[in-house]
């Protein structure tokens, strides 16, 4: 799950680089959409931390935990340079979207 939220970090940041350049207004309202992926994979990763099952112990839950919430805040990141780019390119603000 964590190379998962890796990957999906690095195609945020990759995608929110070119939404950058080219001034993409479409590409960065579905970046916005795409992170619900991270939302979902950061809570699978806490439904497997709080298992019965998981023999890992206390130090390794929270490394994992912190690991998925560094991932997290990056694609956070992306999104909010990407709302950025529609209000410099449009002059509003993007709707937020309900949760």
């Known amino acids: 799950m964590i190379a998962k939220m890796g ?3 690095e195609d945020m940041v990759r995608r929110v680089s070119s939404v950058i350049t080219d001034k993409d207004v479409d590409a960065a309202i579905e ?3 795409d992170d619900d ?3 979902q994979l950061r809570r ?3 439904t497997q931390l709080l298992g019965d099952d998981w023999r890992h112990g206390v130090e390794s839950a929270v490394d994992i935990a912190l690991l998925g919430r560094y991932y997290e805040r990056i694609a956070d990141h992306a999104v909010s340079v990407a709302n950025r780019v529609i209000f410099v390119v449009t002059g509003q603000y993007p709707v937020a979207q309900e949760a």
């Open 7 to 9: 990957d999906v970090a």
């Open 31 to 33: 970046l916005g959409r």
């Open 37 to 39: 992926e991270m939302d």
């Open 44 to 46: 699978g990763s806490f």
